[in-house]
Nanobody, 123 residues
C-alpha cells in the first residue's frame, strides 16, 4: 500500500512558478512508477509527467514540456513537479499517482492516488 500527499498548490498570476511536492509512504519512490496528472473543471483527467522506477526515465507531456519538469528526492521519498511560466490554462487540480508497474502516461495504469492540490492561475 502506498500513501501519497501532495502540497505546493496555490493561487498565482500568469508567468509565475510553482513547485508541487508529493510525499510517498509505504514504498520507496525508486521501486514504483510515479506520475503527475491534472483535471480542470468539466474536463477529463490529463497526463502531465511521469518518472519510471529503476531507470529514472522521465517524460513530460508535449503540452507543457517547455515549462514543466519532474524530479524526485529519494532521501525524502518525495516527487516534485516544477512548473514555470504558468498560464491560466494550467488551472486544475493536480494529482500525484503511483504505479506498481514501471509508470506510464495512462491514468488507468496507476494504482494509488493522492487527494490533489489545487493550482489556480489568474491572468
Amino acid at each position: 500500500q502506498v500513501q501519497l500527499v501532495e502540497s505546493g498548490g496555490g493561487l498565482v498570476q500568469a508567468g509565475d512558478s510553482l513547485k508541487l511536492s508529493c510525499v510517498a509512504s509505504g514504498r520507496t519512490l525508486d521501486t514504483i512508477g510515479m506520475g503527475w496528472f491534472r483535471q480542470a473543471p468539466g474536463k477529463e483527467r490529463e497526463f502531465v509527467a511521469m518518472m519510471r522506477r529503476i531507470t529514472d526515465f522521465r517524460y513530460v507531456s508535449d503540452s507543457v514540456k517547455d515549462r514543466f519538469s519532474i524530479s524526485r528526492d529519494n532521501a525524502k521519498n518525495t516527487l516534485f513537479l516544477q512548473m514555470n511560466s504558468l498560464k491560466p490554462g494550467d488551472t486544475a487540480l493536480y494529482y500525484c499517482a503511483a504505479s506498481n508497474g514501471l509508470g506510464s502516461t495512462k491514468s488507468s495504469d496507476y494504482d494509488y492516488w493522492g487527494q490533489g492540490t489545487q493550482v489556480t492561475v489568474s491572468s
